[in-house]
């Protein structure tokens, strides 16, 4: 069975000495001291290891179950989401006028974290119902605030969102859910909505659902759609439940992964709903909800590659087999633990070198989400609206990798459910595919993102490089091992850049064509930069006389390691991106 | 669910107009003309799609079960594995002496992987039985062949192969199987093995293990180690079945994916063997079985390459999604087909390009296996021992990425079991460990078979890519799209070998921890080399006034597409490789 021991030590470092977030001038960040924020993570870290890792291998195997219309969610669960509620986790960063925490998303990001590690498709649950808050907060009518925020904060109720139908995913102008004005000002929701997460369970007294609509005779396509809520039961207005909905889940998906999470076919038949925000506005109001919701899957890639790193570590220190081959580490042992070969080092190390590096990655992204929603900041909003497919798209690739390469550590014992590690691998799998496919992030990345504002954002990233790697120069170590293949790296970013704006323009499938390695490629470099900084952080610590020398040099022998062993692949991205749409475009469709 | 088209013309593709085999003087060679491999090709693909691949599902979904120490294997597989020896194709490569089809080996390769694309779970029974009887054709006893041979030949009975143990998989010298010598030359065997793919089923009438085990006072490690014969039904002198011998199955393994596979832990309680082959040579016995046993398995990854691909296919041309951004395809629909998407089309590249290249890879390997096997041909010999881990090691790892990304083709689809996309992952995902880790595989290539001979095999493959490209010196399109590439490749894996000769021999570290990155820069020179040898051979074929140009055109194009987009790689692995030991060896194992 896996074990999960939370970060804190870890997630502490990066806040406080890379990120070094009480010293920021970012509302609210002046709270977020290192005993503050030391006591918080404890306390989730000791609920994510105590009460919802134990339950990871419950929910694969049990899963969940659909009888009479109502689902139950594994054994266990309702409770550990009632632990969770009472605790206040759920509104840690929400609005205070509601009864939320009032903390940075920062904060939240890390909790969540820890919750994301010990049992994904739990937290999944609890990832949604926070989404779901985040949309009527930013979208809904005061009054619609009033009547759904405190519940979906406490979690005594939970949130779900319904974008994909049968026929459309990923081109929601497709939809055919209808949404027929009523005379009280309501609506009747009719259509099929499939693939709901959280859809219908057991975990709260309602289920919240925010949903894509269309109303008769607006605009086609995209432009016609708009956002609905609909509650379970409909709620009156003494704030206490009355009728049930007629809103009902069809039917759960058996799937290869996050058994936990009730995945739902949900059928809308004259349900009642209430606009949320303007009438054909729906998509607006969805995408502001998008970085924080991508930023979240973000964090599934990175987080399971975490405690899959974690198990295949104990593997690898336990384990005999074999001797290294420069003189025998374990003389009394038949064997030498098999974390002295090479190969299972380089193994180990790209898992390590993903998860603290994404950990990084998506802690900075959550800092910009804080800066644009706390101060205003265009210039952060830019930049992570930029960054944010690429998080999205790398971290869930290489998280997902990692986890099969933990699996890998074991042998034959990681392909066996005993082990739990399968399990990682499956559920990692899906933060690929949902909150928008790795290829549709390319695409947004590619398509939208880089050429906004003439390119402004990642001008400023590239800035960012430039800066660090000057601040820096003297500094021989971080020189050869982080700046010299930091610079070189980004130097293939802009090359790459520069491709797509010559050739894309001549053909956009020049650009289309590269847009996953363009992804890929970004994501190396911000990554590197990320382990650059990490590098800076921890030799300024050992600088001041830091007792703890073991933890600051493996960050910095992890980062070295990033940067000698990962980021080598932008040469390999740049060179596909520049063979162009040709090679991708010219076989006929009939002749695949 | 999906479906399987046996790729029948690809394989005669590769037969008739690459390897060019009724043109071989290696024996046995000269009876595979087109229209004979055709025939059995096409009768091999009938019993795959219509017998083999109906099973998938219910195999995976049904499992195997133990009960009173018997496991029943899913429903159908039974009936199909009697179809499969009725049609003589168990030992379809078999010695005729014993009532083998006498075949070479090539055919039973392209036949095994038509069997392994429907199903897997099943083809490994019919794997291990083959393997089974091939080691006891070359080193069990006139005695031993007469007794076992013509039955497994036959499929009346099966077999397994025991090597690993609970404390041990890839460093075998710890087994403590033991076999104690009885007065009348047979061996008591006592101990237990784990992980015995067939260990117990309801195939056959009988289970021939070979077994390893060693006998006491013999030496240390693996020099002690000897090979035995036990059957699970000791045969009695006219060959009917006696006593029911003292091994049974404890346990069967729950896994992550070949459910309808017996995975079985198997105790030997003072069973009945006899020593195959000498005394203490049991390792070497296992070894010239391996050639053999890894071509197998690096089939198994591009197997489930193909038909992944061919289900990601189907799903990409039917499903409406988009606009093609250049210009609409399909006007009267809501939405072009995805597979007018760049992004959707380099994915389906990458799994055609791997799945095919990956199949000439294997041919090759098989046509150099019997040479070495029917013409004593020490060369062949040598060459394929040299690109055995390659092919294993390369082809599971990219076989199994090409099945996550046929996965991703169908988006939210690709998760459900419903699609049955997500098995062939999980199914694929086992080929990277067993017979040997592909970390295994990579210190067997860099550790053991670059430096032999004095490298001799590997500068043969060198020559060879040279010579190609030097005979196709004046075909300008073979230059820029194939032969340029492949020049370059092949430069980067020169680079990286003499590295390890210079760097290795200061510190062997610098060789073992860019093994695995050596072994996957080789895989896509070989894979490359394949590449060009296929274009050529089509371009010859339009040259000649070939009908099929679609044909023809997408083997070059899909070439083109791997050259460009995939053989880029091997400049990221020598980049891995030339940075050497240090930023894998320097953190301190306690400190990861």
Redesign the interface.
């Known amino acids: 069975m896996p074990t999960f021991t939370p970060p804190v030590k870890d997630i502490q470092f990066l806040l406080h000495e890379v990120l070094k977030v009480s010293e920021s001038d970012t509302p609210g960040y002046d709270e977020l001291e290192a005993d503050f924020t030391g006591a918080v993570l404890e306390e989730a870290g000791k609920i994510a290891a105590n009460v919802l890792q134990p339950l990871n291998t419950v929910g694969d195997e049990e899963g969940c179950t659909l009888e009479n219309g109502v689902v139950r969610t594994p054994k266990g669960f309702k409770e550990a989401f009632a632990t969770l509620a009472e605790g206040g986790w759920m509104g840690l960063d929400c609005d205070p006028e509601y009864g939320g925490q009032g903390m940075p998303h920062l904060l939240n990001t890390a909790t969540g974290e820890m919750f994301s590690s010990a049992n994904m498709a739990f937290q999944m649950y609890v990832g949604l119902t926070h989404g779901a808050a985040s949309a009527l907060h930013e979208h809904g009518s005061d009054e619609q605030k009033a009547t759904y925020l405190p519940k979906l904060y406490s979690g005594e109720w939970t949130g779900t969102m319904n974008l ?1 139908e049968p ?5 929601l102008g ?1 939809i055919r859910t209808k949404a027929e004005p009523q005379d009280d000002g309501s609506y009747k929701i009719s259509g099929q909505k ?2 709901i997460s959280g859809g219908e369970n057991d975990l709260g007294k309602n289920i919240v659902h925010l949903v894509l609509a269309k109303i008769p005779n607006g605009p086609d396509g995209v432009k016609g759609i708009s956002l609905f809520v609909v509650p379970k039961f409909l709620v009156n207005e003494d704030g206490s439940l009355g009728d049930r909905n007629a809103v009902t889940c069809g039917g759960l ?5 996050i058994h936990g999470n009730s995945t739902c076919v949900m059928n809308y038949d004259g349900a009642t709903g209430w606009l949320v925000g303007e009438m054909h506005k729906g998509m607006r109001a969805m995408f502001t909800m998008m970085n924080e919701a991508r930023l979240s899957v973000a964090l599934q890639g990175y987080a399971q590659a975490e405690v899959a790193y974690q198990n295949a ?1 104990g593997f690898a ?1 336990d384990r ?3 001797r290294d ?2 003189g025998t580490k374990n003389p009394n042992g ?2 030498d ?1 098999i ?11 790209d898992q ?1 070198s993903i998860a603290e590096g994404g950990r990084a990655l998506v802690y900075w992204g959550a800092t910009m989400i804080d800066r644009s929603q706390r101060a205003d900041d265009k210039d952060a909003e830019a930049m992570i609206s930029l960054l944010i497919p690429v998080m999205k798209g790398f971290l869930t690739d290489k998280g ?1 990798e990692a986890t ?1 390469l933990a ?2 550590t074991l ?2 014992s ?5 082990w739990g590690m ?1 399990q990682f ?2 559920d990692a ?2 933060a ?3 909150e928008g ?3 549709i992030q ?2 947004d990345l590619v398509g939208r993102k880089l050429g906004q504002d003439g390119g402004k954002a990642i001008m400023a990233f590239f800035e960012m490089v430039k800066s660090f790697i000057k601040e820096n120069d003297g500094n021989d170590t971080l020189k050869a091992q982080f700046l010299d293949p930091l610079k070189a790296a980004s130097k293939d970013l802009q090359t790459a850049a520069m491709y797509f704006m010559s050739d894309g323009l001549k ?3 020049n650009a ?2 590269g ?2 390695d363009f992804m890929h490629l970004f994501g190396h470099v911000a990554t590197g930069l990320m382990w650059a900084q990490m590098a800076k952080a921890a030799q300024d610590a050992l600088a001041n006389g830091a007792t703890d020398t ?2 600051y ?2 960050k910095i ?2 980062g ?2 990033y ?3 990962q980021l ?2 932008t ?2 991205h740049l ?2 991106i520049q ?1 162009g ?12």
Request: with cysteine; charged share 20%.
């Open positions: 994909t026929h459309c995913g990923t081109d497709l499939i693939w998906e058996s799937k290869m992964g570590l220190r005999l087999q074999g081959v420069t038949t064997a633990p974390i002295v070969h090479p190969d299972v080092r380089r193994n180990l190390l390590k997902f099969v699996q890998q042998g034959g990681g392909f066996t459910k005993e399968e691998v499956r799998r899906i690929m595919i949902y496919t790795n290829g390319s695409l053909n956009p499938n289309l064509a847009s996953y073991a933890f040099t493996a022998e992890t070295r390691f940067m000698a062993r080598p692949m040469s390999t060179a596909r063979s749409a040709d090679p991708v475009m010219t076989l006929e469709a009939a002749n695949f």
